[in-house]
């Protein structure tokens, strides 16, 4: 088995995503999301449109287009194996999501100087219309997600 | 049957209230959320946290917390029957919620000037606890809720 | 002379604020402000918009009406004499300031848990008209603004 | 002389740069920025660090930084000679400024979709650290920078 004691940055960031992932009711079962990769300082989420996710106008309510953003978002901080928390995020919500429609999230490390990271998510659709952009400032704290 | 024409204000933004309520698969199915208040420019909604609600640490996902605060902030800026849209929004986390946690947000209007508004919204739990804190900026546009 | 050590709250803050002001060469001198208040938890601040707070669409730079909420954010929460620093911060611009407007900002805490604070500046001009609202997060930090 | 109307994007960019820098007293005057580039959707600005820049930690003030990222910003949502205007901005500070310190800030278009752009600026420091991080978005309005 895998140890993350012999792992190259690339290995052990994606044995975090994996771990993480199968642990993560919200993002995994409740919402149907997918984790395409998990790499150093960087990840990829996706999830589909579906009933569940609609609101009152019938387009999909933008607080589970932050949830992907901000699933996304801790995958990324969390990929050198140190545990890293939300220091605080903004949304801005640029076209709405409709019933099928293939939400794809890119989360990009920005900038990481001693515990404090800022990284930015951007959500697409099908058809590669950015449907929101998402920033968020992270903290490293004490702890690794895998021993 | 009551119409919005001869309806108080407290007793249209109730009407708008119900209506938009029964529409929303993802706060009412999904999330699980109850809507306790729909007043002129102020709204009131309750979710208990469930195990659907956690993430991998096993705490709720900051995502639906966003999602129980842009849920007030839609009901509240929507209250007059005029169809008002999010121009964008923040969110700051105090303090984690549990499973069993009963979280309570209410969302006031600060300043509604013209089309544009600003609204806050705070996540307290069962021991009166700040849990978030989240602001909205609203923007009217054509149209009503209820006919 | 009055010293912390036998201050009640009011008069520390007091203290702390005439402190940092007058060390504070951009607020005061550069951008004109005074200093109206500060008290434990909260801060008062004003500036008149002259010619020197102009862009090039001849009203006041938003990034100084930024400023002045800013430094209300500061006094504000350095106001019990424990050293805190700003952690993130959000800005709405609600209508524009024009030469000779008298802007006033009070900023307000609304919650201080543990290290971490969240403040409300709100500027108005004088007709009592809301100009911006700022968030500001703030966190304590190691040593003293007095001795 | 040139006229907008034979100018290539490239020529108009840099033409609405220099006519709103000459008219912006609160930019190059009072702040001592200099405008180092306006192209479409991009723009680059730059300020040393001054006495009149620092408050009373004597380290630049944070308004000042946003404040030239605020500028950076317009002068980059402007550049198509289309009047825009910030509908909302957030800024994360990375780390301080000093005196003397040579603050440069980039301004880049991230996407532009019918009336609605994002925009984000990096101030960085002689050294190329990142001293912070400012997302804002613009909206177009009636009107042209120059006739």
Redesign the interface.
Known sequence: MDTPMNSTPEELARRVGE?????????R??MGMQLLACEPGRAVMQMVVQ??????H?I?????I??????TF?FACNSYNKNAV??????????PAHEGDVLTCTGVE??L?GR?G?Y?M?VRNQHN??VA?F?G?SAQIAGTVIP
């Open positions: 771990v993480m992932f199968a642990a993560d009711t919200a993002s079962s409740t009933p569940l996710h609609l609101n009152g019938k999909c309510h933008g607080g589970f932050f949830t992907l953003a901000d699933s801790a939300a220091a605080g995020c903004s949304i801005e919500f640029l076209r920005q900038t100087s404090h800022i930015d951007c219309d950015v952009m920033r400032k």
